[in-house]
Each structure stands twice: as C-alpha cells, then as structure tokens.
C-alpha cells in the first residue's frame, strides 16, 4: 500500500512547494534566439553548398554535357524514340522531382 502512495505524496509535495524562480525574461529571450540562429546557419549552409555545386558543375563541364544531353533527348522525344535511355532516365528524374517539390509544399510549416 505504501508503494502506491508513495509517489503521490512526492508529486503532491512537489506540488505545494513549488516556487517559481525570478529570471526576468532571460528564459524567454534564450528561446527567442536559438531558432533564428539555427535557421541563419542552415541558410548559411545552403547557400554555401549551392554556390560550390554550381562551381563545381561549371569546372568540370556541365553546361557541355547538359547542352548535349538535352539535344539529344529533344531529339528523341521528338522523333517518339521512347526506348532510349537518356529520355527514361529524364522523365525519371522530372518525376521525382515533382514528387519531392509537392511533398515539401504539403509538409512546409508556413502553410
């Protein structure tokens, strides 16, 4: 019997003691601060990351490859080619693609 009473005298014990201690605010403004600091550097962190994927593309010809590789998948769309791979792979892409921009729509928080 005992056991069973125990931890409702501590919760109710904790509970008429408590005290509130004055911390004028600080709690708050810590709370207010950590978000916006997080979301700056993971901004940060995007841009970053986006600046040396476009260097990194350019460097090493992606603008060549991606120019020829569209020719090549314009044509065969056009001439209803529809077992070549190139135009597989690109109508894969495009479709996960959609996926994971209407997925992040549906799930974004601001909405």
């Given at each position: 019997m005992n056991q069973h009473n125990e931890p409702d005298s501590v919760a109710r014990f904790l509970r008429e003691n408590r005290r509130e201690v004055a911390d004028n605010g600080f709690t708050e403004k810590v709370?207010?601060?950590?978000?916006r600091r997080y979301e700056q550097l993971a901004t940060l962190?995007?841009?970053i990351g986006g600046v040396a994927a476009v260097i990194l593309f350019i460097i090493l010809?992606?603008?060549?490859?991606?120019v020829?590789?569209?020719?090549?998948?314009?044509?065969?769309f056009c001439a209803q080619q529809w077992g070549d791979p190139q135009l597989h792979a690109f109508l894969t892409l495009?479709?996960?693609l959609a996926i994971v921009g209407l997925s992040n729509?549906?799930?974004?928080?601001?909405c």
């Open positions: 709370m207010e601060r950590l978000p962190i995007r841009w010809g992606g603008m060549e490859w991606l020829a590789s569209g020719e090549h998948i314009w044509h065969s495009l479709a996960g729509l549906l799930l974004h928080d601001d």
